[in-house]
């Protein structure tokens, strides 16, 4: 018997770092994502193979599955993290992986590990359809983190996401405006670790309800916007107010000042994914800085 779940990837486009104390974010799925087949036997082993975009095993770990001691990896510490996500799902479900029985689990990704779009949230909500649990919970027990990446794995349209009273609100919105052919999404050649990212936001002092304040007004701000010079005015305003907490230059002021529209830093500052504004000529002026990968708005966005 064979399982099949796939979740959707991931992008933060408003509200990084304030996200997690309240503040109303924007986010969007994306057409990357990633898939878990599951298949029973009869080993009494699960049998783990993860496959990157080009179906090249990345790893491979094999657990007892009565007690999920881990029996061989390739990656210990993966491994290790791993077996934490699979005994807090028991947690959620005490008759999850009860059955006596073995199993085969490949992962499949769909983009390269080092996009950032969501290794790890997807498999978090691939497992939590498996064991048919609560994918916010299964997060908030074994990590930390807002949990607007699961919310973009579960839908298909831009969403605005928010926490209160530790309770996820989720709506899909239509953003829309018609200026969506100039905007572009560049990889900026390094994968930024979100922890760490979170770690220097928990160190700053400022005022927080301040800034939740004004990060949710930006986000329904930029999710009605319809004119493309109030937006870039509203993506640097919200760069601005982030980089004061951070004590950080924001990007566009950093390595791209010479470029003709704006640039806004998405998720953990620093890597992954940066969103320009731009016209035509936006990936070739991304390109000839050795940015290759640049892609448009409609190629990455459900």
Not at 75 to 101: C, G, M, P, W, Y
Not at 104 to 119: A, C, H, K, Q, V
Not at 143 to 156: E, L, W
Not at 231 to 245: C, D, N, S
Request: net charge neutral.
């Amino acid at each position: 018997m064979t399982k099949k779940f796939y979740s959707n990837g991931k992008l933060l486009l408003t509200g990084e770092y304030g996200v997690l104390d309240g503040a109303l974010a924007l986010a969007v799925p994306t057409r990357y994502g990633q898939s878990l087949v599951v298949t029973q036997n009869t080993t009494k082993k699960i049998v783990w193979k993860s496959f990157d975009h080009q179906s090249k095993i990345w790893f491979e770990a094999l657990f007892d599955s009565n007690t999920l001691e881990i029996v061989s990896s390739t990656d210990r510490q993966i491994a290790e993290t791993l077996q934490k996500i699979v005994i807090e799902a028991q947690k959620l479900n005490t008759s999850f992986l009860s059955e006596n029985v073995g199993y085969e689990i490949n992962t499949y990704l769909d983009f390269p590990r080092d996009w950032g779009l969501g290794s790890s949230s997807t498999l978090i909500n691939n497992l939590a359809q498996w064991a048919e649990i609560n994918p916010f919970s299964l997060l908030w027990n074994a990590f930390t983190g807002s949990g607007y990446d699961i919310a973009c794995a579960q839908h298909n349209k831009p969403i605005t996401y928010q926490v209160l009273e530790k309770k996820p609100l989720v709506t899909e919105v239509p953003f829309t405006p018609n200026f969506l052919d100039a905007i572009y999404f560049i990889h900026l050649n390094t994968k930024q670790n979100s922890r760490e990212g979170i770690n220097t936001y928990r160190k700053a002092a400022f005022d927080t309800q301040t800034f939740i304040s004004k990060i949710t007004s930006l986000t329904n701000e930029i999710c009605s916007c319809k004119n493309i010079d109030l937006f870039k005015q509203l993506m640097f305003a919200h760069e601005a107010l982030v980089g004061a907490v951070l004590h950080k230059t924001p990007i566009q002021q950093e390595r791209f000042s010479d470029f003709n529209g704006a640039i806004k830093s998405l998720g953990a500052w620093g890597g992954d994914f940066i969103m320009a504004v731009g016209d035509k000529n936006t990936p070739g002026y991304f390109k000839d800085k050795g940015y290759t990968t640049v892609l448009p708005y409609t190629e990455m966005v459900l």
